[in-house]
Nanobody, 124 residues
Framework: QVQLVESGGGLVQAGGSLRLSCAAS????????MGWFRQAPGKEREFVAA????????YYEDSAKGRFTISRDNAGNTGYLQMHSLKPEDTAVYYC?????????????????WGQGTQVTVSS
């Protein structure tokens, strides 16, 4: 089992920045990919970004490209999502997730482990 704990959410004005963290514990050696998803009220959970744990290769949803940066600290078993130029439409609960297969990374079903989520609210 892998446990994931997110932190760093909050309220920010449009144009501001936040950095989300995801601390992993347990069987962290089984993590091949860490992803970030978000879910706004009344909407489906959507992919934001992912990082391959061993290589650092990154993948982004189109609206995140150029504004968000995903990274990981292997030694600390922590993943990060740095978000800049935030927009009101970025408002959602953000979840980190961990999976053991790094070839499919954009679907919630690709991930076996999930954090509890952290709220990000961007005011206009």
């Amino acid at each position: 089992q892998v446990q994931l704990v997110e932190s760093g959410g909050g309220l920010v004005q449009a144009g501001g920045s936040l950095r989300l963290s995801c601390a992993a514990s347990g069987r962290t050696f089984s993590i091949s990919v860490m992803g970030w998803f978000r879910q706004a009220p009344g909407k489906e959970r959507e992919f934001v970004a992912a990082v391959v744990w061993s290589t650092g290769s990154t993948y982004y949803e189109d609206s995140a490209k150029g504004r968000f940066t995903i990274s990981r600290d292997n030694a600390g078993n922590t993943g990060y999502l740095q978000m800049h130029s935030l927009k009101p439409e970025d408002t959602a609960v953000y979840y980190c997730a961990a999976g053991s297969i790094s070839t499919t990374i954009r679907r919630p079903s690709d991930y076996a482990y999930w954090g509890q989520g952290t709220q990000v609210t961007v005011s206009s």
